[in-house]
C-alpha cells in the first residue's frame, strides 16, 4: 500500500513562493494520478491541482491556474506543488493525495490514499 509525505511547507509572505513535495515512502505512483488539496480551519478540503500519470495533463482549482504548477518524477516516486505569488487565502494545511481510478479529478471521492499534510501560512 503507498504511503504518502508531504513536505516543504512553511510561513511565507504575500507574493512569495514555496515548493512542496510529496514523496512516496513505500510502493508506486507510476500509473496513478495524483492530487493536492488543502483545507483552512473550519472549511472543507478542497482541491487544488491534479496530475495524471505520465504527467502530460494537469488540472487547477480556477484560484490557482497560472501560480500554482503540479509535477511529478516517477522514478524518484515524487510529486511537486510550485506555489508561486503566494496569497494569504492559500493559507491551509495542504495534502497530496493518490487516486486509484482510471480517471481523477478533482472530488475528494476521487482519491483513495492521502498523507498527512504539510501547513502552508502566507503573511499579508
Known amino acids: 500500500q503507498v504511503q504518502l509525505v508531504e513536505s516543504g511547507g512553511g510561513l511565507v509572505q504575500a507574493g512569495g513562493s514555496l515548493r512542496l513535495s510529496c514523496a512516496a515512502s513505500?510502493?508506486?505512483?507510476?500509473?496513478?494520478?495524483m492530487g493536492w488539496f488543502r483545507q483552512a480551519p473550519g472549511k472543507e478540503r478542497e482541491f487544488v491541482a491534479a496530475i495524471n500519470w505520465s504527467g502530460t495533463w494537469a488540472g487547477y482549482e480556477d484560484s490557482v491556474k497560472g501560480r500554482f504548477t503540479i509535477s511529478r518524477d516517477n522514478a524518484k516516486k515524487m510529486v511537486y506543488l510550485q506555489m508561486n505569488r503566494l496569497k494569504p487565502e492559500d493559507t491551509a494545511v495542504y495534502y497530496c493525495?493518490?487516486?486509484?481510478?482510471?480517471?481523477?479529478?478533482?472530488?475528494?471521492?476521487?482519491?483513495?490514499?492521502w498523507g498527512q499534510g504539510t501547513q502552508v501560512t502566507v503573511s499579508s
Open positions: 493525495a493518490l487516486s486509484s481510478r482510471a480517471i481523477a479529478g478533482s472530488n475528494r471521492a476521487d482519491y483513495d490514499y
Open positions: 513505500r510502493g508506486t505512483i507510476s500509473n496513478y494520478y
